[in-house]
């Protein structure tokens, strides 16, 4: 099951917090960017955010999942819990870098 436009309109809306925030379709799901860095996978209608080794200790409580097959293994966002959701982003931001053209 792919997800939603509805869905993706819903997390974006959830995370109105940013100004700059876009989302792009990939493959039938979804790259949530944040300052043009690609920061929430959305597949199946499930946000998913990047392991970043250096913040394990910090986010080891979260559930996890494989979001498409072949992929390595995220954090599962729970979407519904704006502020943590927007705590979590906040830790992973720093680590990302903005996508250069090629």
Known sequence: ???TKTYIEYVCDQLNH????????????????????PVLLVCDNQ???KMIAELNDKMNDLEQ???YQGAKLHYILNIDN?????EIINLVLPYLKVKQPK
């Open 47 to 49: 946000v998913y955010i």
């Open 18 to 37: 940013y100004k700059n925030i876009r989302y792009r379709k990939m493959f039938g799901e979804y790259m949530i960017y944040i300052d043009e860095k």
């Open 1 to 3: 099951m792919a997800t």
């Open 82 to 86: 704006v502020n943590d959701s927007i």
């Open 65 to 67: 999942g494989h979001p």
